[in-house]
């Protein structure tokens, strides 16, 4: 059996964590193969499922908030910590 080609793959060969995988999704530099693979996990994963909802709410959120303009980094770092200790709980 092969296994099934995960794009999220390091350089190095080393499998993503879900975290690393939902950072790299929320930075919007993901392939299209990525996006795929990424939204078959979270069929699997709630964890991934419920931040990645959470994230892309947040995000929504701001924008329509801030008129499309730029989030100021720091409210963005200070919502992303929160998200991160509510995973890793
Ligand atoms: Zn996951």
Redesign the pocket.
Known sequence: MSKPNNPFLKEDGTKCT?MD??QQMLDSEVTNEQRDYFKQ?LDN?M??YKTYDLEMTIKELLKSKCCGGDVPPDLIIELQAQINQKIST
């Open positions: 879900c995988m939902l996990h994963c964890p991934c």
